[in-house]
Structures are given as C-alpha cells and as structure tokens.
C-alpha cells in the first residue's frame, strides 16, 4: 500500500471513530500514531502545539502537519483529505436526519448520553500529553500560570506567544 493512500486510511479512520470535535479525536491520534511508530510522543505534543497557534481547525491542522512531517505535500494533502471526508460524509447524513427526528425522545436521549463523554475524552488526551509535558518547576509554572490566563479570557494566541517567545529567551 502506498504511503498516502495509508495516510488517508489512518486519518479517516480518526475522523470516523471520533466524535466532539478535534481535540476530541487527541487520544486517538496520540495511540494511532505513537502505536504504528509513525510520531513520538513529543512529536504528537509538538503537533498539537503547532496545530493549536495556527489558523483553522485542530483536527486538520493536526493532520495536515503529521501528514507533512511524514509523507511531504502529498502526505498533507492525503491526511488531511482522510480525516476531512468522514465529518463531512456523516455531517451531510446527519443534518439532514436530524431535522426529521430531532423531537424524537430516543435522539434526545442519545444526545444526552454523548455529550459527557466529549470531556471525559479530552480530559484524558490533557492527562497524557501533561505527563509527558510538565516535567519540571519551569513547565509546571507555565501551564499553571497559562491556564489562568485563558480562563481570565487572554487570547490563547497571545499566551502561546508570550510562552514560546520566554522559552526562547531564558531557555536557549
């Protein structure tokens, strides 16, 4: 099998078996990539990092710098492409049922029975990637005092500035 065509492959297989959104999909990506010795874990927590300061959607984003980390262009477009056609293939089935049944108590409950688990999944994606992250007093620090920041409403792209650009001055 080509390297793209399984690109597609591994990245469609995250956009069909995840559900919440990008970082949703975080755990799963993490153990597909990790597991098939495609990316270190630093490497998938150089991903997210990256795929969270820049413009667009996590999950594309993600996809699109794993894709180009291990296949080029082609490898973007290919990951990228596969973990796009999922949330758009089940959006379309979905909006378009949703309407007919959407008073319906079974969906309703449904609903109700998915939405705790979307935390629960990025809970756990945090969980992961910080004990790999935080491994001392600077990083700790850091996390904790961005954290703050965040919840006071700071503009996550100014934090993730200011954090890189002081790791850049007092840790280089």
Partial sequence: MSVLLE??????QIGFLTFGGGMAMLPVMQRILTDRGLMTLQETID???????????????AATFAGMKLAGVWGAAAATLGVMT????ITALVS??????KESAL???????IRPVVPALILAAVW????????DA???AVALISC????????PAWVILTAGLLGALLLS
């Fill in 7 to 12: 690109l597609f492959i591994i990245f469609a």
């Fill in 47 to 61: 991903m997210v990092a990256i795929s969270q300061m820049t413009p667009g959607p996590f999950a594309v984003n």
């Fill in 86 to 89: 999922p949330s758009f293939v």
């Fill in 96 to 101: 378009h049922y949703f309407f007919k049944f």
């Fill in 107 to 113: 969906v309703s409950s449904a609903l109700s029975g």
């Fill in 128 to 135: 992961g990637m910080g004990a790999a992250s935080l491994t």
């Fill in 138 to 140: 600077w990083t700790w």
């Fill in 148 to 155: 703050g920041l965040v919840i006071k409403k700071v503009n």
